[in-house]
């Protein structure tokens, strides 16, 4: 293919766009109704472009064994940036990516071919119905980063998913969820109080100015079973070009507020952004 031209499809989420980067030969941003889903460098799949996707490399790249190959069930494909940077970062790593729109999986295999021997499986689906399946304890790493447009779907933010999440991961295992929320953070709240019935340790990763209210934007929820190293993913993000402040123990518990989880028969998207928050152009 030219790869000095943009590329435009249909697909069932609305009109994909991958757009060269002209900084970088081989590396393309994906666009869906002009919302930025994903970034890749084909030629360094360890370069993540968007600060929310490096943030999530940091925490892969604290699981211990540091190099070690992982399972990793990833709901929400995009571009493939993440599963990309696990298979060059932790080689062996065994991947299922679950993504519901068949024909932007088509566009992405098609024009960003993954690499020989990878050991990612992209299938198309329902994510929620593949977690609420997935046998016991059967992933290291489940990192959901399931959005409909800018919102996160209604059935990815209720109790009983958390509770599906919850028993997927292993018990030295790690959940992390791209969220995206503003003040007074309700919606996060709730997730934080859906997780903590579930989860023994939790985390919030986001820059400052979105923790202090100042605009919206994205924040990771990470969750695990044990322990995880907090300090150094707070020195990492830190030092990142736009720094993140990793928010656990009492902190978290002011951001959840007064929060309560929401069943399923309640749940709702995540809010929609302001106007230009996360379009381009």
Known sequence: MDESLPVVRTVASGTARLMP????????????????QSYVDLDDPTHL?????????????LIPEPGAP???????????????????TRPGSRQRVVEADAALVELVLERLPLPPDSGIEVCTGDARA??????????DVLV?????????????????????????????????ANLADGAPFAFLGSQLAACAEVFAELAVV???????????GNALLVAAHRPFDTEELARRTAADAFPARVEHGAAVRR???GARPVADADARPSPPPPGGAFGIG
């Open 130 to 139: 593949w977690v609420d399946s997935a046998p016991d304890g059967s992933a």
């Open 206 to 216: 986001a820059e400052p100015a979105v923790l202090r209210g100042r605009r919206f």
């Open 144 to 176: 959901a980063d399931v959005f409909g447009g800018s919102r996160v779907p209604a059935a990815f933010t209720s109790a009983e998913y958390a509770r599906a999440a919850a028993r997927v991961v292993r018990p030295g295992g790690v959940y992390v």
């Open 21 to 36: 980067d002209v900084d970088r030969d081989r590396a393309w941003l994906l666009t869906v109704d002009g919302a930025p």
């Open 70 to 88: 992982l399972e990793l069930l990833h709901l929400g494909g995009g571009a493939l940036t993440l599963p990309r940077y696990a298979a060059a």
């Open 255 to 257: 951001l959840t507020g």
């Open 49 to 61: 472009e968007f600060e929310y996707a490096r943030r999530i490399g940091h925490l892969l790249d």
